[in-house]
């Protein structure tokens, strides 16, 4: 079912986990909350520090599975059977908010990807047969105040005929490395490449390439390709930066 999606992830994701042998069940608690049919699971990696509420609704056969020393506080809700939500290793991600809205939904987030306060993530809204995939890699930092939808929410047809005009042709990926600003909103059907930054306020409605800064309303990037964005000036978090620039090198167009 998820077969292009996943190959996708598996290009921005180092080791990503799929296998549920990898994971242990949680169980719910002060700081858990699980709503839903028993078929869903809810599976996590050593470490879990992280407030948790998900809501399966009236889904069934859904999994989340949380990697290792995962911390911050998320809502996850679910609309549709089947689907499937991942977490990487060591991600900190506060007040964030997912939800899934299509039966087969695939959302996948790489390791270490922060949040700073609220985001809002949306997959599936109004999507039709189009099943969209929301994925995130490895190192992304995001501000706060942040809105991605891999869809346009409400099906737009033809007069004439039973035809959606707006599904979705695939999803919406962020490779490696990319820092989203304050305020941004990134729409369906594009990637926004490694190593770029999205400036505070920016609508994004098209493909970013690598080692980009992307800014206005629609976002326009601008290559930056003799420079590169660290989370702080320490040694380590410069190497890190220099390795995603290395892996995921911009186009020489």
């Known amino acids: 079912m998820h077969g292009p999606a996943i190959a996708r992830a598996e290009s921005v994701i180092e080791g990503l986990r799929l296998a549920p042998e990898d994971y242990a069940p949680v169980e719910p608690s002060s700081d858990v909350r699980i709503q839903g049919d028993a078929s869903n699971l809810v599976l996590a990696r050593p470490g879990l520090k992280a407030r948790l509420s998900v809501n399966f609704g009236s889904a069934r056969g859904c999994r989340v599975l ?80 942040i809105v991605i939808r891999n869809s346009d929410a409400h099906p737009i047809y033809a007069i004439d005929g039973p035809l959606q005009l707006n599904e979705p042709a695939s999803g919406v990926c962020l490779e490696p490395h990319v820092w989203v600003g304050e305020d ?58 220099l390795h995603f620039h290395r892996r995921y090198p911009p186009s020489s167009n």
């Not at 290792?68 to 007040?95: A, M, N, P, Y």
């Not at 390791?111 to 599936?124: D, E, L």
Request: proline residues 4%; contains cysteine; glycine residues 12%.
């Open 66 to 145: 949380l990697g290792t020393d995962l911390q911050g506080s998320l809502q996850i809700g679910f609309s549709g059977d089947e689907s499937l939500v991942v977490i990487g290793e060591r991600c900190v991600l506060h007040e964030l908010q997912i939800r899934s809205k299509q039966a087969g939904d695939f959302i996948a987030i790489g390791n270490g990807v922060t949040t700073t306060a609220k985001n809002t993530w949306i997959s599936g809204a109004g999507a039709g047969a189009g099943r969209p995939w929301l994925i995130i890699g490895d190192d992304c930092m995001f501000a706060y105040d």
């Open 184 to 241: 941004v909103k990134i729409l369906k059907d594009l990637t926004i490449g490694a190593g770029s930054i999205v400036a505070m306020g920016s609508i994004v409605t098209r493909d970013i390439p690598r080692a980009s800064v992307a800014r206005g309303i629609p976002a326009v990037a601008t290559p930056a390709h003799d420079r590169y964005w660290a989370r702080n000036d320490l040694p380590r978090s410069r190497e890190r930066a």
